[in-house]
């Protein structure tokens, strides 16, 4: 990172356009987002030269876009550290920090091996399989569209049709690796927090289950326009739809409260007047 974007990012964190914390509970869907100019990260990203996301989220892309992320924000921490005359690199010898580390690497285990994870880790490998299996299937219903659209049948309809059929793709793509991300990332952050009985202020762990949950529902629909597009996969289709709805109502038995959670920006109806007057929550 160039010293003249460390100096624009600083001066971006400072503007008072930007909802505090919105990036937090979002699905990083930054073109379809209604808030993006709202958004801090997506300014820095912007700043960074990188393009808004416009590809399929898969597990590579996850872990690239969060290393480049964590690196940036080291980076900039031990600069701040510097000035402020601390030394950062004494710190990871100190004997509580390392203890605090390792807490945290347990910590992360248990959550990958919560039946959250697992279940929406299944969920995962369910929707590569259902692609595989549904490829000459996808053909047959491109090569069927062409003919009506040569035939001059209904071309409003077939059009509609077609950006459907994209958009169901493309919803249950986005949130296949980001379901499971959410949630394990709640479970991670659950272990630290205090019961949801017992809580002072809205929980963080409940912030991430809800956009999981919100993800799930939304993959759900998209389910059910493909359920319906491609009969001869039914069987399969509703598998899926079975193995999410379960993975839904877990999820919010395990964190009763993420439905209530209010999220920065997106659950705010100030928000919403200012970017869209008309549109009601």
């Not at 990203?45 to 940036?72: C, Q, V, W, Y």
């Not at 071309?155 to 249950?172: K, M, Q």
């Not at 296949?176 to 017992?198: D, G, S």
């Not at 920006?265 to 009601?280: K, S, V």
Request: proline content about 4%.
């Amino acid at each position: 990172m160039t010293e003249a974007t460390r100096k624009k990012l600083r001066e971006l964190a400072g503007e008072d356009r930007f909802v505090p914390g919105i990036y937090n509970y979002c699905d990083r869907w930054c073109v379809r987002c209604l808030f993006n100019t709202r958004c801090l990260n997506y300014a820095m990203e912007l700043e960074r030269g990188k393009e808004a996301p416009l590809r399929e989220l898969d597990e590579e892309s996850f872990g690239e876009e969060l290393i480049d992320t964590l690196t940036d924000t080291v980076e900039m921490l031990r600069e701040m550290a510097a000035e402020a005359g601390v030394d950062l690199d004494a710190l990871d010898e100190d004997v509580e920090l390392n203890a605090a580390m390792a807490e945290k690497e347990r910590q992360f285990e248990r959550s990958a091996e919560h039946p959250l994870a697992a279940a929406s880790m299944a969920y995962i490998k369910l929707i590569d399989s259902w692609f595989e299996d549904a490829g000459p299937a996808f053909q047959a219903k491109e090569d069927d569209l062409n003919a009506r659209v040569r035939m001059g049948l209904d071309e409003a309809g077939l059009a509609a049709d077609a950006n459907a059929l994209a958009d169901a793709v493309a919803v249950i793509r986005w949130y296949q690796f980001f379901i499971h991300v959410e949630l394990q990332t709640a479970l991670l952050h659950a272990q630290e927090e205090p019961h949801p009985l017992l809580a002072d202020e809205p929980r963080h762990s409940d912030g991430k289950a809800k956009i999981a949950l919100i993800a799930i529902d939304r993959s759900l629909d998209a389910w059910d326009t493909l359920g319906r597009m491609f009969p001869r996969h039914e069987t399969e289709t509703l598998e899926i739809l079975a193995h999410l709805d379960r993975l839904r109502r877990a999820a919010e038995a395990e964190f009763p409260e993420a439905q209530a959670f209010i999220r920065p920006g997106f659950d705010e109806a100030d928000a919403w007047a200012e970017i869209a007057p008309d549109l009601r929550l």
